[in-house]
């Protein structure tokens, strides 16, 4: 079983640096979406849908239709709130994904995995759903504790968020990455890592994960 929660606080954020780093991530997510070109986007763990419409600002050219999933029902109901072109919100249950295989060619995972205490359940489903790209997305550590612990949160546990289960930096989250899928991309956004790939054929079978960063 697992969970998925989005940090709606971090795009409500009024720190003008914090609003910069998102909508650089913004630009390199979408500009990654404009790539590949998917008729046919999921994306896990939508949360409210704010990162959504931040993407969707910078990709004009795109005509395909995207499938936000949440297992809150206020983000469901807030993300259908926002009358996006093109989009559409569903409620999920924590241990299941309600869609078929090679429905799309897309799914996303965009800040979730460090949520998990079972990535690799995700990433075994993900996999099952057979779609052409995979695109991950993960707090790059120790860099984003230490961005945390700089700006005074969580300083007794030296900047680490209490919602995140696992700590990974570039290395560590891409050989996770890479027993799952194939043909990888692994690029840097300040303070992210993102990896894109190929669902793997076959997946190792899913055991408890607790990474932490060396």
């Given at each position: 079983?697992f969970?998925i929660?989005?940090?709606?606080?971090?795009?409500?954020s009024h720190?003008?640096?914090?609003?910069r780093l998102?909508k650089?991530f913004?630009i390199?997510i979408?500009?990654?979406?404009?790539?590949?070109d998917?008729?046919?986007?999921?994306?896990l763990?939508?949360g409210s849908?704010?990162?959504w419409?931040?993407i969707?600002?910078?990709?004009?050219?795109?005509?395909?239709d995207?499938?936000?999933?949440?297992?809150?029902l206020?983000n469901?109901e807030?993300?259908?709130?926002r009358?996006?072109?093109r989009?559409?919100?569903?409620i999920?249950?924590?241990?299941?994904?309600?869609f078929?295989?090679?429905q799309?060619?897309?799914?996303?995972?965009?800040e979730?995995?460090e949520?998990?205490?079972?990535?690799a359940a995700?990433l075994t489903s993900?996999?099952?759903?057979a779609?052409?790209y995979?695109?991950?997305?993960?707090?790059?550590?120790p860099w984003?504790?230490?961005?945390?612990?700089?700006s005074?949160?969580?300083l007794?546990r030296?900047?680490?968020?209490?919602?995140h289960?696992?700590?990974?930096?570039?290395?560590s989250?891409?050989a996770?990455?890479?027993?799952?899928?194939?043909?990888?991309?692994?690029?840097?956004?300040f303070p992210?890592t993102i990896i894109?790939g190929k669902p793997?054929q076959?997946?190792p079978?899913?055991?408890?994960e607790?990474?932490?960063?060396p």
């Amino acid at each position: 079983m697992f969970q998925i929660i989005r940090d709606k606080k971090k795009y409500e954020s009024h720190n003008p640096l914090k609003r910069r780093l998102l909508k650089r991530f913004a630009i390199q997510i979408a500009g990654k979406i404009q790539k590949f070109d998917p008729e046919h986007i999921l994306d896990l763990g939508c949360g409210s849908a704010k990162g959504w419409e931040m993407i969707q600002q910078h990709m004009a050219a795109w005509r395909g239709d995207y499938t936000g999933a949440d297992i809150t029902l206020a983000n469901i109901e807030a993300a259908k709130a926002r009358g996006l072109a093109r989009s559409n919100f569903v409620i999920m249950a924590e241990n299941d994904l309600p869609f078929s295989p090679r429905q799309f060619d897309l799914i996303m995972a965009l800040e979730v995995l460090e949520h998990l205490e079972k990535p690799a359940a995700m990433l075994t489903s993900l996999s099952a759903l057979a779609p052409k790209y995979i695109m991950l997305s993960v707090p790059n550590e120790p860099w984003f504790s230490l961005g945390t612990l700089l700006s005074g949160r969580y300083l007794k546990r030296f900047g680490r968020d209490p919602e995140h289960l696992q700590y990974w930096n570039v290395r560590s989250f891409a050989a996770f990455a890479e027993q799952y899928l194939e043909d990888i991309r692994i690029n840097t956004c300040f303070p992210f890592t993102i990896i894109c790939g190929k669902p793997r054929q076959a997946c190792p079978a899913v055991k408890t994960e607790n990474h932490l960063f060396p």
